[in-house]
């Protein structure tokens, strides 16, 4: 077994993206992510890799389009202001059908907002932020354990589908440290048949591109795209059940406001309440299927979130609104404590919406 050391959550980022053989990093500085890219500063040059602190978050994320033509494993991080800036970039990059890692560190908003965690990107990452029908893969850590993982992971799913990946973090998470076991990744680049790194007249010229002047073509593309999110959907959505087996009510949280919950419902437990807990790990694919499940057997359920409220459409969504679905948030940088949580659990259990 590895041996744990103990990391903040921004430097488990980044060590697990070298571990998973990315060798280019492009960025800029933005509190609450900041040391992902002070990290890949210091270990980039020492590996034979890149590490370029571009003059703004735009430039960053046409550097990672540039690399992410050639095949090679490369990655970004800012935080929501930068994601922002971010996403025409992201938009190309989702249109030309390039894998990438893109890592947002939320912070509180709209606007230059705050510098505390939040989950109020919720919308932008998981229903395509920039222009045009595209997805992005997004995962969504709860522990240190898991930025580390899930780096890994979201390197593989986007080279798996053509299709950039997100981790969804937020200000805590970021700066949080935690035991880790860094993952051991035996990554081997593979010859591609789609990248742009010079043909030497052995192979067909390939063009990486998301222009298409004729809408015949484009319309082609688009639902061929769409086919892969398709089957995304149907085998990548992930999800941790919780005390579910035998459940009357849901909570549904992911993130640090799983972690919160998680205690909440133990809590409740104790008071004679059965409540469980679906924390959806994949933001998109929504884990849709454990969650019209629940809606067959619970009285209703409760969404845990770091925003005004939107992940709570989607589990509305997937529950088709078999069942009431009520909403216990903090916003601006607040986290719910274990307490407010249980007494929006208990509210519910009263039948209070």
Request: aromatic content about 6%; proline content about 6%.
């Amino acid at each position: 077994m590895a041996e744990k050391v103990l990391m903040k959550g921004n430097e488990a980022i980044a060590e697990a993206a070298i571990k998973a053989g990315c060798r280019h990093y492009f960025g800029y500085p933005i509190t609450p992510q900041t040391e992902v890219a002070a990290y890949m500063a210091k270990r980039m040059p020492k590996i034979g890799g890149v590490f370029l602190q571009a003059e703004s978050e735009i430039s960053a994320i046409n550097m990672v389009y540039g690399v992410a033509g050639t095949g090679m494993r490369v990655m970004t991080s800012s935080s929501s202001p930068g994601i922002s800036l971010k996403q025409e970039g992201i938009s190309y990059i989702a249109g030309a059908d390039l894998p990438a890692l893109i890592v947002n560190v939320q912070r509180g908003g709209p606007g230059l907002g705050g510098i505390q965690p939040s989950q109020s990107d919720y919308f932008q990452a998981t229903k395509g932020g920039g222009h045009g029908d595209y997805r992005l893969i997004v995962l969504a850590p709860a522990s240190v354990q898991e930025m580390a993982d899930m780096t890994v992971l979201a390197f593989d799913l986007a080279e798996k589908y053509r299709v950039p990946s997100m981790l969804l973090a937020d200000g805590t998470m970021g700066q949080m440290m935690e035991p880790v076991e860094l993952p051991e990744v035996d990554y081997k680049p593979t010859e591609k048949d789609w990248t742009v790194t010079g043909t030497q007249m052995k192979r067909k010229h390939n063009i990486v591109n998301s222009l298409y002047l004729l809408p015949e073509e484009l319309e082609k593309t688009n639902l061929e795209r769409f086919e892969r999110y398709k089957t995304i959907e149907e085998n990548e959505a992930r999800y941790e059940s919780f005390m579910m087996e035998d459940a009357e009510y849901c909570v549904v949280a992911f993130g640090i406001a799983s972690r919160v919950s998680k205690n909440a419902v133990i809590a409740a437990r104790n008071m004679g309440i059965k409540v469980g807990m679906i924390r959806p790990i994949t933001l998109w694919p929504f884990p849709k299927k454990p969650l019209a499940e629940a809606a067959e057997k619970v009285k209703g359920f409760l969404s845990v979130e770091l925003s005004m409220g939107q992940m709570i459409e989607d589990v509305k969504l997937a529950i088709e609104c078999k069942k009431p679905v009520s909403l216990c948030n903090r916003v601006g940088g607040m986290i719910p404590t274990p307490e407010q949580v249980l007494e929006s659990i208990k509210k519910m259990a009263g039948g209070e919406r």
